[in-house]
């Protein structure tokens, strides 16, 4: 077995704290991963870090993170504006990085951070890992069976009513297409491939919010209806806010010529799937084979590609697709023009997905 990846946190809020140290601990009783330092800018973090996560090292400076000798991997679980700088200079110091959406928040940042990705010795892994889930999997080797058809429409939802802390999420360079629409944006390019045109609707719902128990003025769109444009008469939407207070229904529809996939739950979260197939002439109800699947789990996936060699399914060319498509969006909404989107990169092939009771088998009761 390999020495356990020596992981450095950047970033110690609510993400870092809850999903990913949970995910974290997992692995750390494994032996797969050592979590060997953390760095705040808020310095009364420390002892938190310290005594109740059991990080023996913390730093209120980035640097110290990236260029330590003792680090193999760092995850950017910073702010959003804060996460090309980051996540480039961990990859300069020859770490391998998790960074966590949007890889940045302007596109020359982004295409900086993808290019000295290119040669850098570590892996480049970008959040959403929507990808990775086995519902994901699931509904990707339909669509390449064939099953559903020639996919004609796709409609993608994910929103809520707003996080109350953190108020760089209303401002510029946050807001719900780079939190939350990014998920959506990353499931239809994940399986359906490049986006080649956009256009949008956005607008500020909310004028002010009360977050971290103060009142302040939204600066970011806050509510979004973006357009797709896959090519050959295929039409996407993704639907997103931080204006939903709750919903109902599938998080993604996929419309083909001889059938309909449905989406359960959340892409972040599936559960489920649902199939019609006209040849069949009912609906297949696919419930979840991995219930506990973490929206975290590109931690997992970049242990493992360390341990293997294997080249990472979440790509930064895709990452930087979606960027591309978030920001046209944006644009598209502020002057009504429908923007033409030049990057490409190659959707992720998976290994057929495993049979239910091979799942079954490989189930770990110490996860439950
Ligand atoms: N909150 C969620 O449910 C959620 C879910 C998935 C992904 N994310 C993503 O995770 C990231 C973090 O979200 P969050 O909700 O934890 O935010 P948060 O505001 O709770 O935490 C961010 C932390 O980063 C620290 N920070 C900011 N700049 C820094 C710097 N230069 N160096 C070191 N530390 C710095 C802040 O002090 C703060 O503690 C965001 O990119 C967000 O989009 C959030």
Redesign the pocket.
């Known amino acids: 077995m390999s020495n356990p990846l020596r992981v450095g946190f ?10 990913y140290m949970s995910l974290a601990r997992q692995l750390r009783e494994r032996g797969r991963i050592e979590t060997v330092a953390a ?4 310095g009364s ?1 420390e002892s938190f870090v310290r005594d109740e996560l059991g990080i023996p090292k913390f730093s ?3 640097e110290d993170v990236v260029t330590s000798p003792d680090v193999d991997a760092v995850l ?5 504006p ?2 090309g ?2 996540a480039r200079a961990a990859l300069e110091n020859g770490k391998h990085v998790l960074v ?3 890889m940045a928040t302007t596109l020359a940042e982004a295409a900086e951070l993808l290019e000295f990705s290119k040669s850098a010795p570590g892996h480049l892994i970008c ?2 890992h929507v990808v990775l889930s086995p519902t994901f999997q699931a509904i990707d080797a339909h669509l390449k069976r064939g099953d559903v058809g020639r996919p004609h429409l796709a409609r993608a939802r994910y929103g809520w009513s707003g ?1 109350w ?2 108020q ?2 209303y401002k510029s360079g946050g807001g719900p297409l ?2 939350l629409g ?1 998920y959506n944006v990353t499931s239809l390019t994940g399986w359906f491939g490049p986006v080649r045109r956009v256009t949008a609707m956005a607008g500020i719902a909310n004028a002010t919010r009360v977050v971290d128990g103060e009142e302040m003025k939204v600066e970011a769109e806050d509510n979004f209806q973006i357009l797709l444009d896959f090519g050959n008469a295929f039409f996407g939407s993704v639907t997103t806010g931080f204006t939903m207070q709750q919903y109902r229904g599938p998080a993604i529809e996929l419309y083909g010529s001889d059938g309909t996939i449905q989406m359960m739950g959340d892409d ?1 979260a599936p559960a489920g799937y649902e199939l019609w197939q006209n040849s069949v002439g009912a609906w297949q109800i696919h419930a979840d084979r991995d219930p506990r699947w973490p ?2 789990d590109g931690l997992q996936h970049l242990v493992e590609c360390v341990e293997t060699g294997r080249s990472p399914l979440v790509t930064a060319e895709h990452a930087f697709h979606v960027l591309e498509v978030m920001l046209a969006a944006i644009d598209a909404a502020r002057d009504g023009q429908t923007r033409t989107i030049t990057s490409t990169f190659t959707p992720p092939s998976f290994a057929a997905p495993e049979s239910e009771e091979a799942a079954h088998l490989r189930h770990d009761p110490s996860r439950d």
């Open positions: 950047v970033g110690c809020g609510s993400v870092m704290s809850g999903p760095c705040d800018v808020v973090k209120t400076s980035y950017v679980l910073t702010s959003m804060e996460h700088k980051i966590e959406k949007p959040a959403p996080p802390w953190g760089w999420f780079f939190d990014v972040w929206w975290t």
